[in-house]
């Protein structure tokens, strides 16, 4: 299956920081890219969907200013995170679709536990 | 829109028997359906899908039923093992854009 690749997968960082999570597909190419916060014992919530070469749309009540994605080519989707708070520390989990097209799985990174001081 | 409802929350069941978990939607044009593990701290990752011109799908010791009447749809995990324990997520999507709704997961425990 197609591999999405994740980075850092844990980062801490004090408050007010910003920080910056990485997320690559490794051996194809993805024009849509979704992200996910996962808090402790929930299901993923999808913030945004992160669209080559355009802005990103995002989901209801994910503040845009807050959660920057760029996804400046076709392997690469990245989430900054910033001037971050406690209340942002969760697992951030990117991913992206089957390439081929056949089937709708998803195929997730390996996500990014974020711990604000 | 899309509401999609797991349970339970919590499954813990005797190594080696079986184990169900249900979920239900409610918009009637969702025609994917796919089922996902996620061990601690990892990524999850699809264990078994169905679309809706089928019943029922098979694979080995995880098979999906699937009633399009009812709006629901089950996995069932025949001769647990350990290895089994995860959290599994349901989750359903229509066209076009096919984004998937999330149910709130089931946490399995495969008791020894």
């Known amino acids: 299956g197609a591999v999405v690749s994740q980075h850092p997968s844990r980062v801490i960082c004090k408050s007010g920081t910003s920080v910056k999570i990485e997320c690559r597909s490794l051996?194809?190419?993805?024009?849509?890219m979704f992200w996910y916060r996962q808090f402790p014992k929930k299901s993923l919530m999808l913030m945004a969907t992160s669209n080559e070469g355009s802005k990103a749309t995002y989901e209801q009540g994910v503040e845009k200013d807050k959660f920057l994605i760029n996804h400046a080519s076709l392997t690469l989707s990245t989430l900054t995170v910033t001037s971050a708070h406690p209340e942002d520390s969760s697992f951030y989990i990117c991913?992206?679709?089957?390439?081929?097209?056949?089937?709708?799985?998803?195929?997730f990174g390996e996500g990014s536990r974020l711990t604000v001081l | 829109g899309e509401n999609v409802e797991q349970h339970p929350s919590t499954l813990s069941v005797q190594e080696g028997d079986s184990a169900v978990i249900k979920c239900t939607y409610s918009?009637?044009?969702?025609?994917?359906f796919p089922w996902y593990k996620q061990e601690l701290g990892k990524r999850p990752q699809l264990i078994i899908d169905?679309?809706?011109n089928v019943g029922e799908k098979k694979d080995q010791r995880i098979a999906v039923t699937l009633n399009k009447t009812a709006k629901h749809f089950s996995l069932h995990i025949t001769e647990t093992q350990p290895e089994d324990s995860a959290v599994y997520f349901c989750a359903a999507s229509r066209p076009p854009n096919y984004q998937l709704i999330w149910g709130a997961g089931t946490k399995l425990i495969i008791k020894p």
């Open positions: 918009d009637s044009a969702s025609n994917y």
């Open positions: 169905i679309r809706s």
């Open positions: 991913s992206a679709r089957d390439p081929s097209g056949r089937t709708g799985e998803l195929f």
């Open positions: 051996d194809f190419q993805a024009t849509t």
